[in-house]
């Protein structure tokens, strides 16, 4: 319990800091937007201490934030960090209400099945991949040159054995 308090107090504390404040910043392993400068397998010893893998999590969690408009901010962060950290009332569940939770989700994936194959009668089945009724087109006169769909024909017939695989 305390080190989940801890670690929750870690969390927001790092998240609301800029990237400027950081000691990963006073380093030089990152800059002021947060990219990372050097990879982590060059680190020197206290390199690891100042930018460790919760502290990396937390730098690319706040620039997944900046990029919601107005997330760069201080206040932004910090109603991320509590929305990241708001928790739901677990209910308690007995057997009965476990069972007919179980047939309400088989009920409601028979319905959602049934719709799908009403929506698959109500479809036409016509091939869509012909060319022949399209503004007078023929397969004869797609605009394809003699001389490159003899090409293509052999290279098709040169790589179809090697994408069977």
Do not use: C, W
Not at 14 to 21: A, C, E, Q, R
């Amino acid at each position: 319990m305390v080190v989940d308090t801890f670690l929750v107090y870690q969390f927001i504390k790092k998240l609301i800091t800029p990237f400027d404040k950081m000691p990963a910043y006073d380093r030089g392993l990152i800059d002021d937007k947060g990219n990372f400068l050097r990879d982590r397998k060059y680190f020197s010893p206290d390199d690891k201490k100042a930018l460790g893998f919760f502290d990396t999590m937390v730098i690319n969690l706040k620039k997944l934030i900046a990029k919601v408009p107005g997330g760069s901010t201080r206040i932004a962060t910090m109603a991320a960090a509590l929305l990241l950290l708001r928790t739901a009332p677990i209910k308690k569940m007995n057997e009965e209400t476990f069972i007919n939770g179980m047939f309400g989700l088989e009920d409601q994936l028979k319905t959602t099945m049934e719709e799908l194959r009403l929506a698959e009668l109500a479809e036409d089945h016509a091939p869509i991949n012909t060319v022949a009724g399209i503004a007078g087109l023929t397969p004869d006169t797609l605009g394809v040159p003699v001389k490159a769909a003899r090409k293509y024909k052999r290279r098709n017939i040169i790589l179809a054995p090697i994408l069977r695989r």
